[in-house]
């Protein structure tokens, strides 16, 4: 007789099962046709109270778990080729799970990165959703983060700090400028938009690549680090939203929590000088918005950030961390 998760399955989640090698989740383990790449393998877990806040809506939780995973699936240029959900529950609320598995099954088509399998735990404690993604990229073609080298350009998708800017609006620590910029930084702390448009790109045409989860600032240390080179940075010329640029304007935002404040999910890539053309042009045909930030050098040190007069920006704090 089937079991109260057996059933949770078959409803909510075996309908987003629409890889044949998923086999309708009625067994303990998928198959994943690899096609003549390389696979690419990546996992995050988000936490109630951590990455997400208890009142988010359901369907804002499911895009977050798993477009954090499509995020770094793009960093490495690869194309998503299926995922595994880990889901820890307090108990089995259709309100929540409906929703939530609603907006997941629209990602996963959207995406086109089908759920292939995982697992359903209750936990007493915060909820969690761990998801682990695959992706395909032709052999040996994963674009790596310690590849970077002097002289190569860095260069940054979208816009920065949006997102935590959206975190501390629902916390009571900022304010937005107008109603309009509030729901578009809660919006973009609550569901990222992963940049998979850019992948092929990336592969293409970056040296090095990584997505930016805990903060421009850390994130490129941790680049920089990786590589055994150091970096001098333009901080005027970090993109910045309508919203986050009012913030900053009105005082009530900081340059500091725009560089590392994290949940960008943006991408963060080391260019060479000739190939930063074909870089920009054809993000630009695919309709993301890059911009060039800074530029990599010899050294060991800490990358360092520059203002619009040339006086260094002395950053207190580079990134989140957990620990």
């Known amino acids: 007789m089937p079991s109260g998760e057996d059933d949770l399955i078959a409803r909510y989640f075996k309908p987003l099962a629409t890889d044949p090698g998923a086999r309708g989740l009625v067994d303990d383990a998928a198959v994943l046709a690899a096609a003549g790449s390389d696979l690419v393998l ?13 009142d ?7 895009r977050k778990a798993l477009r954090v995973n499509l995020s770094d699936l793009a960093a490495k240029g690869a194309t998503p080729a299926g995922f595994l959900l880990t889901l820890a529950l307090r108990n089995a609320d259709e309100s929540f799970l409906a929703p939530f598995a609603e907006a997941l099954g629209a990602d996963a088509a959207a995406y086109g990165c089908p759920l292939l399998g995982g697992d359903t735990v209750s936990t007493p404690g915060p909820m969690m959703i761990s998801v682990t993604a695959f992706g395909r990229v032709p052999p040996g073609a994963m674009v790596r983060r310690d590849a970077l080298r002097p002289g190569d350009r860095i260069v940054v998708s979208g816009t920065i700090g949006d997102a ?11 304010t937005a400028a107008d109603e309009a910029g509030r729901a578009f930084l809660v919006g973009r702390y609550r569901e990222p938009q992963p940049r998979s448009a850019l992948a092929e790109v990336v592969r293409r045409h970056a040296r090095a690549a990584m997505d930016i989860s805990d903060g421009l600032a850390g994130d490129l240390a941790k680049m920089c680090a990786a590589s055994g080179v150091t970096a001098t940075l333009d901080a005027a010329a970090v993109p910045l939203s309508a919203a986050a ?19 960008d999910y943006e ?29 990599a050098a010899d050294g060991n040190g800490a990358p360092r950030w520059f203002d619009g007069d040339a006086c260094e920006v002395l950053l207190t704090a580079q990134s989140f961390s957990h620990f």
């Open 42 to 54: 990546t996992t995050d877990a988000i936490v109630e109270g951590v990455h997400y806040l208890p």
């Open 56 to 62: 988010d809506p359901p369907a804002a939780i499911a």
């Open 164 to 174: 935590a800017l959206g975190l501390d609006v629902l916390q009571g620590r900022a």
């Open 245 to 263: 640029y009012q913030m900053i304007s009105n005082g009530t935002a900081a340059l500091q929590r725009i560089l590392s404040g994290g949940d």
């Open 267 to 295: 991408l963060l890539c080391g260019v060479a000088p000739d190939r930063l053309d074909q870089f920009l042009a054809a993000a630009q045909r695919l309709g993301v918005a890059c911009a060039v930030i800074g530029t």
